[in-house]
């Protein structure tokens, strides 16, 4: 499964330990917003994904390399972006296992 920008968020937010709200009230969103960007179910301008990476402290250019297309001439662009994503995939594999493991010992 293809990291989205707004799975990328929500991967990135969880993985800084803020709040759906938290992160909504920095970047100066709504919090149903923000949710329907982290579902892909809305695109966010790129004033939006500014901010968004200004309250998660990242460079906002994660998630443009994210959005950067496999047919791209930029070859270093889509080096960084394939990476990028790795380690996203990565860390959602580890949120699930994390997930995982909570769910067995509360049984």
């Known amino acids: 499964m293809a990291v989205t920008i707004g799975k990328a968020i929500r991967i990135i937010r969880e993985a800084k330990g803020k709040s759906l709200g938290a992160?909504?009230?920095?970047?100066?969103?709504?919090?149903?917003?923000?949710?329907?960007?982290?579902?892909?179910?809305?695109?966010?301008?790129?004033?939006?994904?500014?901010?968004?990476?200004?309250?998660?402290?990242?460079?906002?250019?994660?998630?443009?390399?994210?959005?950067?297309?496999a047919?791209?001439?930029?070859?270093?662009?889509?080096?960084?972006?394939s990476r990028l994503l790795v380690i996203l995939n990565q860390m959602e594999g580890f949120e699930k296992r994390i997930q995982d493991a909570i769910q067995e010992q509360e049984c």
Request: charged residues 15%; proline residues 7%; hydrophobic residues 45%.
């Open 71 to 81: 047919n791209s001439s930029l070859k270093s662009s889509n080096n960084m972006a």
């Open 23 to 69: 992160l909504a009230s920095h970047a100066e969103v709504s919090i149903p917003y923000l949710s329907l960007v982290e579902a892909d179910k809305r695109n966010p301008s790129l004033n939006v994904i500014q901010r968004i990476a200004v309250a998660l402290e990242i460079p906002p250019d994660v998630f443009l390399l994210i959005g950067t297309s």
